[in-house]
């Protein structure tokens, strides 16, 4: 008997392969389930960050390496993210350090984010059974602003500092050590109450964008393949 879960991803499934799929298609571009099934879970209000969910790629870039991650190609408002993200002031540690400081949490997920063309780090913290977010000023390491965010107890996909296996800040140096790149984008992943495991978004030099899942343990990473990503992690299958 199949579960409530699949038949929800049979029928998005078969959405994508007769609407979402043509429609791209005749536009020249290609859009994988997988990222339209993260742009829809976004969309809903579920999961997944949000750079990955709105990149297309591009039908030319479609073969991605097992060793490199799937790079992702930009629209103009993500190569002016991406932009700033390069010429932050503040790199990823220092945000979170500054928002852990500012909240007394420990932080769970952090990303890069373009306000008004100022380059803005969003940090989501942990302080016992309290969350909140903090923005930080990616250019002055200043804090904008601090947001209650509501109890752990009030999700039941909340991710907790203990779920990660170490701090944000060390994951982010695993990360940019195995990935030869800068970490824009990280956090622990848990869907159904189930943690996943530890979602990274890294910039290469050249200002391609490649997601992978961390390994907190040995520092391994794994790239999240088109169309494999969500069944591999649903049916708990790991490569790393």
Known sequence: MKTTQGLREMAALEHYTKIIQPRFFCQGTLLPFSHWQARRRHMQ??????????????????????????????GSDDLTEIALFQKAQHDIAAGIKAAETASGGKAIKAEFDEKNGTGVWEVKTVAGTKRAEVKINATTGAVISTKDKGDVSDDDDAVTPEMLGSTLVDLVTKAEAAGGGKVMAIEGDREDGKFRGIEVEIVKADGSVH??????????????????????????????
Do not use: C, Y
Not at 63 to 73: H, P
Not at 215 to 228: C, F, I, S, W
């Open 45 to 74: 209000g579920e999961t997944s960050m949000k750079r990955s969910a709105s990149i297309i790629l591009i039908a030319g870039m479609v073969s991605t390496s097992a060793l490199t991650g799937t790079a992702l190609a930009a």
């Open 211 to 240: 997601d992978f899942m961390l390994n907190p343990a040995d520092g391994k990473l794994d790239p999240v393949r088109k169309g494999h990503d969500d069944d591999s992690h649903e049916d708990g299958e790991s490569n790393g």
